[in-house]
């Protein structure tokens, strides 16, 4: 039976040596095929987590499995590409030079460097010299470098970070490319709306703890009406009498209700055939910023 | 590791730092050979004056000896240094590292490419000595006549093993500090003024009991390697007191050294 976690982590935790604990204990767990965004404020610990899961730091403890392998495992690198933090490459050699030298690095041929700089949309700077590119031109290429193994498994670290906002939309929607089928993408972003737009599920990580994982959808809440209408006491009777005691409530002058917002028109008549005056009447959305703030307890717009 | 070593060759073979420090060792030698001509044809001046015989081909090995220590060593490390720690500041270690090969081919394959760049830096200095000498033998009207090859091979070698060990150096330094600048402050300031200061202290303390620590230096096993490949030709007879097979037993023992360090410190250590 074919595997469908492509990252498994165990209590994994990284402390430095001025003891900073960076990473807490995380457990994740990334399915096949999936887009799974890693969202977490700047600091949080999703540098260093991507870090170990590639190899390029070892865990204190804690254990991780990375496309079948250990991290680090030349078997298992064969089958990642990535993108951890600023894209690293050598200024004096050309975009399309670098990417042959990473090539040869990962033993495969040259024959998909032009591939992937089409996909990227880099084909007409390739000649160019890294050093004379601009942000945007650099995380194309180091998405494109990402990409060269054709990889079952893309791990990429807060991609669109320098993008101009045509940049990112760009950067966003050939990830979003990228993730369809068979491949896993693992994106960390700060950037909320990123991940809502991209990801199937998250994984909030926040102070080194892995806070919650989850879909989207889950993480959005369920869905909901609010209603104001006047007078207050008979519209909460009579939606009661609607959807039931469970389904309704109270809160600061309105009144909630657990339902599918699509019978919006339905609630609204039968309140104004009922002679209650609707003052506001809308779906009840919890954003994803919501949610984030809620769970690593930071404030919205400190 | 031949993937490593393919790698290596591409990113480096162009690498500015390399072509102009190839550059700069020739133009040096051809510096060196411009001087001691020049003072061979008008003698009388404050340096002791040079025979012309010293500067024709078959000679010429004991000339470009001069360039292996502590200019060509100080420019080895210059080099390791580079190329060790621009990997750290140019963050392409994690690049590289996230490849397929593992941390140890990745550091062969670059010890190889290096080694090599080194080789081929030996080999200019040598092609750059024997046409100068030959020019300066034809415009003065001598016979050309070469050294035995032997001798070509060895100084060559010796040559080599310098520039190989102080550029291991380099990159254990870089490994070390994790970026090239402070690798090439340290390295530097090691190579042509520190020890030199503490071999001259170790010498002459206590009325140089000591002196058999200071034939450990790496500088002065290359200083005795070097100078043991003077000709009487050059008027010099003493024997240097190391003697070339114990400078290069010595000198192989820090190349090994160095490249193990290297390798410790990028197997062990965490790329942030």
Not at chain 1, 150 to 169: F, H, K, S, V, Y
């Amino acid at each position: 039976m074919e595997n469908t976690t492509v990252i498994e982590t165990n209590g994994l935790t990284k402390r430095y040596g001025n003891g900073v604990l960076a990473v807490d204990s995380v457990e994740m767990s990334v399915r096949r095929g999936e887009v799974y965004g890693f969202l977490g404020p700047n600091g949080a610990g999703k540098t260093t987590t991507l870090r170990m899961l590639v190899g390029l730091i070892r865990p204190t403890s804690g254990m991780a499995t990375v496309a079948g392998h250990a991290p680090g495992d030349p078997a298992g690198l064969a089958k990642i590409g990535s993108l951890v933090e600023a894209p690293g490459f050598y200024p004096y050699l050309s975009g399309r030079e670098n990417l042959k030298v990473v090539a040869d690095f990962a033993g495969i041929g040259h024959k998909r460097v032009p591939e992937v700089l089409d996909i990227v949309e880099l084909t007409s700077r390739a000649g160019r010299k890294f050093g004379t590119y601009s942000t945007g031109m650099k995380q194309r290429l180091g998405v494109a470098a990402a990409l060269l193994k054709d990889p079952e498994l893309l791990i990429l670290d807060e991609p669109t970070n320098g993008l101009d906002p045509q940049g990112m939309a760009e950067m966003r929607k050939l990830i979003k490319d990228i993730g369809q089928g068979n491949r896993t993408v693992l994106l960390s972003s700060h950037l909320l709306a990123e991940v809502e737009q991209i990801c199937d599920r998250v994984g909030v990580i926040s102070g080194g703890k892995l806070v919650t994982q989850s879909t989207v959808q889950e993480l959005l809440g369920e869905e909901g009406v609010l209603v104001r209408a006047q007078p207050a006491d008979r519209a909460y009777e009579l939606l009661t009498g609607m959807f039931g005691p469970a389904a309704v409530s109270r809160q600061d002058g309105s009144i909630r209700l657990k339902t599918d917002p699509a019978g919006s028109v339905e609630i609204n008549s039968r309140l104004v055939a009922a002679g209650i005056g609707v003052s506001e009447l809308r779906p009840i959305e919890r954003s994803l910023e919501e949610a984030f703030f809620q769970l690593t307890g930071e404030k919205q717009g400190s | 590791m031949i993937a490593s070593i393919k790698a290596e060759w591409r990113k480096n073979r162009f690498r500015p730092a390399f072509l102009v420090s190839t550059g700069l060792i020739a133009g040096i030698v051809v510096l060196f050979y411009s001087a001691e001509w020049y003072q061979a044809a008008h003698p009388g001046g404050p340096r002791e004056a040079v025979s012309i015989l010293t500067l024709f081909p078959d000679q010429f090995v004991n000339n470009v000896m001069g360039a292996g220590f502590p200019l060509g060593a100080a420019m080895a490390l210059v080099l390791g240094a580079l190329i060790a720690g621009s990997e750290y500041s140019w963050g392409t270690l994690k690049t590289v590292f996230t490849q397929r090969p593992g941390r140890l081919s990745t550091l062969f394959g670059r010890v190889v490419v290096f080694q090599a760049w080194m080789g081929i830096m030996t080999l200019i200095i040598f092609a750059v000595g024997a046409g100068y000498s030959v020019v300066i033998a034809s415009v003065q009207g001598h016979s050309i006549s070469w050294p035995a090859a032997v001798d070509v091979a060895k100084g060559m070698g010796a040559i080599w093993l310098i520039l190989a060990v102080n550029g291991s150096l380099g990159i254990a330094l870089g490994a070390l500090f994790r970026q090239s600048a402070a690798a090439l402050g340290v390295g530097l300031i090691y190579v042509t003024v520190l020890q030199i200061i503490v071999v001259r202290f170790i010498t002459s303390f206590n009325g140089g009991t000591y002196k058999w620590i200071a034939d450990w230096f790496d500088g002065q096993n290359a200083s005795a390697l070097l100078q043991s490949f003077t000709s009487p030709a050059f008027g010099r007879s003493t024997p240097p007191a190391i003697g070339a097979e114990q400078a290069v037993l010595v000198l192989v023992a820090y190349l090994a050294f160095f490249l193990i360090a290297s390798a410790a410190l990028l197997r062990q250590r965490d790329v942030t």
